[in-house]
C-alpha cells in the first residue's frame, strides 16, 4: 500500500500520480531534484557572504543536508537501482559521494577565518554541480532509473521519511 503524505498538498499529489502522462517525474526524482536545487542555491549564497558567523552557519546547513541526501541514495536509490542503472555510473557515484564528504569532514575541522576556507567551500559546489548533473543529465542515473522496473512513487515516500529522520539524528551529532 501506498502511504501517501498528509499534507495540504497530498491531494494535488494524489490526483497527480494517478494521471499516468508520463511527463511528469515520480517522487524520488522529485525529491532528490528539489534537495540539488536547494544546495545549489545555498552554495551561490555563500558566495556573497563576508562575515564569518554567517559563513559558518550556512555550511552547516550545505553539510548536514549533502550528508543526508548522499545517505538517502546510497541506503535506498543506488542499490534498488543495480540492475536498472549501468554499474560504472552507480559505483563512480558512490566514489563522488566518498569525495565529497571528505571535503566536508575537512571544512569541518576547518573555522572561516582560516587561508582556503573559502576555497574549499567553492570546490566542494562545484563538485556537487558536476555529481548532480551525472544523476539528473540525459542518459544520467535518474533517467535510467526511471526506465527501470523499481517503483519511484513508493521509493520516494520511504526517502521522504528517511530524510527526515536522518536529518534530526545528524542535526543533534553536529560537531559544532
Ligand atoms: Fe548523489
Ligand atoms: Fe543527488
Do not use: C
Amino acid at each position: 500500500m501506498v502511504t501517501t503524505a498528509k499534507s495540504s498538498t497530498g491531494k494535488a499529489q494524489r490526483s497527480r500520480r494517478t494521471r499516468r502522462t508520463g511527463r511528469r517525474d515520480p517522487v524520488a526524482v522529485t525529491l532528490l531534484k528539489k534537495d540539488h536545487r536547494e544546495v545549489e542555491g545555498w552554495f551561490d549564497e555563500y558566495e556573497q557572504l563576508e562575515d564569518e558567523a554567517e559563513k559558518l552557519a550556512l555550511f552547516n546547513k550545505i553539510a548536514l543536508a549533502l550528508k543526508v541526501h548522499t545517505q538517502i541514495e546510497e541506503e535506498i536509490l543506488y542499490p534498488e537501482e543495480r540492475g536498472d542503472v549501468e554499474d560504472d555510473m552507480l559505483d563512480e557515484a558512490y566514489v563522488e559521494h566518498d569525495g565529497a564528504k571528505k571535503l566536508i569532514a575537512e571544512i569541518e575541522a576547518m573555522k572561516p577565518s582560516e587561508q582556503f576556507y573559502d576555497a574549499k567551500v567553492k570546490v566542494l559546489g562545484e563538485y556537487i554541480k558536476h555529481h548532480v548533473k551525472e544523476e539528473e543529465q540525459p542518459g544520467g542515473i535518474f533517467a535510467q532509473a526511471k526506465k527501470g522496473d523499481e517503483d519511484l512513487d513508493a521509493m520516494g515516500e520511504r526517502m521522504r521519511a528517511r530524510k527526515e529522520e536522518l536529518t534530526a539524528e545528524l542535526a543533534k551529532a553536529k560537531p559544532n
